[in-house]
């Protein structure tokens, strides 16, 4: 009575290039696996070239650090996250790419064991004549205003005799004059020593912000030997 044979009937929906000439036909489960296996390559691809960059950032221009001690009370505390500056290190037909000055955070191998990594201010430039009078900093016997400096960690005020800085080398000091390591006891630290300078804290994120830079007032005072004459 009925005849289920499907040998007379038409598959509607189907089409194929016979039909029509101009006709593109489209395998769309083949074209989606290959459309989600070319994303897949591009994504790794793009993910490659970003580790690659970062990789190369890192190497070149910056560098995380952790402070370890209290040498730079108040400005920096212990176990802080920073972000350096590696550029000083680097020079271009003998220009640096990042300029050091006084005031300037850096982080260099420590002269004595050049093993450890030191994180310090530098105070004297090449050519200055460095002094300490109770606790007060001269450059070229006129004293150095710092502000950023906390009463609380610099009670000692001790004397250190003057000292000229070499040329390529610089005097650092921590801002923690009371328990600090640094040029007034084992001196100067040669310029290619010194790797990077710190200009960020990212951790703790209640003290994250760039780092505050002294803004120098250096007062006209006679130098010692002066003194004496008088």
Known sequence: MFDFRRKNQYEFGLVSP????????VQLRRESRQ???????????DIFLIIVVFI?????AVQPVVVE?????????DGERL???KLVYYKIQGVSWGHLERGDIVVFWFPKEPDKSYVKRIIGL??????????KVFIDGQELNEDYLDTE???????????????????V?????????????????PEKYIYGKAFFRYWKPSNMGFLEHGAYDIHDVPHMDDMRAE
């Open 56 to 60: 190369l950032f890192g190497v070149f």
């Open 69 to 77: 001690g209290t040498s730079m009370l108040p400005q920096l505390n």
């Open 173 to 189: 000091m921590g801002d923690n004059r009371d328990n600090s390591s640094d040029s007034r006891y084992w001196g100067l630290v």
């Open 18 to 25: 016979e039909d029509d000439r101009d006709i593109e036909v």
């Open 126 to 135: 090449p050519g200055e004549m460095v002094e300490v009078r109770n606790g």
């Open 153 to 171: 960690h610099n009670q000692s005020l001790p004397t250190f005799p003057s000292k000229r800085v070499e040329e390529h080398h610089y005097f």
């Open 35 to 45: 459309g989600i296996w070319t994303e897949s390559l591009r994504l790794v691809r």
């Open 83 to 85: 972000l350096v500056n």
